[in-house]
Nanobody, 121 residues
Framework: QVQLVESGGGLVQPGESLRLSCAVSESIATIETMGWYRQAPGKQRESVAVCTKGGSSVFAYFNYGDRVKGRFTFSIDNAKNAGHLEMRSLQAEDTAVYYC??????????WGQGTQVTVSS
């Protein structure tokens, strides 16, 4: 069973930045797709950033939600079996619980417990 631990959430003011991290308990080599989703109170969970290998041996394809394009950057640290989400120019609308998720090469899906991001002045 793969375990995911998110970190880096917190309270920031509008316009500031945060970096979320997702530590994966197994080698990134066993992961096919990794992504970040978020859920704000009273709203459905939405995709923030997803990356997939798509048949490659590395994460080659990145896709961002329309509301975060140009502000958020998803990166993979293969050496540390982790993914990072750099979030810049944060806005109140970015307030949500952010979840990390992975799809393994064997077809299983795992979710982390989530980390709260609050953007408020």
């Amino acid at each position: 069973q793969v375990q995911l631990v998110e970190s880096g959430g917190g309270l920031v003011q509008p316009g500031e930045s945060l970096r979320l991290s997702c530590a994966v308990s197994e080698s990134i080599a066993t992961i096919e797709t990794m992504g970040w989703y978020r859920q704000a109170p009273g709203k459905q969970r939405e995709s923030v950033a997803v990356c997939t290998k798509g048949g490659s041996s590395v994460f080659a394809y990145f896709n961002y939600g329309d509301r975060v394009k140009g502000r958020f950057t998803f990166s993979i640290d293969n050496a540390k079996n982790a993914g990072h989400l750099e979030m810049r120019s944060l806005q109140a609308e970015d307030t949500a619980v952010y979840y990390c998720t992975v799809h393994t090469t064997s077809g299983y899906v795992y979710w982390g417990q989530g980390t709260q991001v609050t953007v408020s002045s």
